[in-house]
């Protein structure tokens, strides 16, 4: 008799995201380590930063022990319906600053306050230097 693996969808896994309530998928397996969290040797900040997503680089990124690996099969709960993570998961591209293209009052006003002193400066250094010379 094989026993069903529960599936669930990526937004469920999202859901999960907190010190009491702790999921993360590694490689398509969805886990549960609420219980293991004061007991992770790298801390719980280590897991929560993953809580609720894919974390499956950052497991793999640090190169875990073959303890690790069988440690995990404690906490597996399902697997994650990988169709779910593309409809649910989309791409968000990176904002950049706005850049100033028209030379508009906003742009004036600041090359007048970086201008602005060391035009005085300027000045202030060219009188004292004219007054100097006239003594």
Known sequence: MAIETKVFRFSEVQTHGSPTDCWFIIHGKVYDVTKFLEHHPGGDDVL?????KDATNDFEIVGHS???HNLMKDFEIGEVDIASMAEEITYKPATSPKYNHD????????????LGPIIILALALTLRYLYKKNE
């Open 48 to 52: 929560l930063s993953t809580a609720g």
């Open 66 to 68: 073959v303890d690790a």
């Open 103 to 114: 030379k508009s009052s906003a742009f004036i006003i600041k090359i007048l306050q970086f």
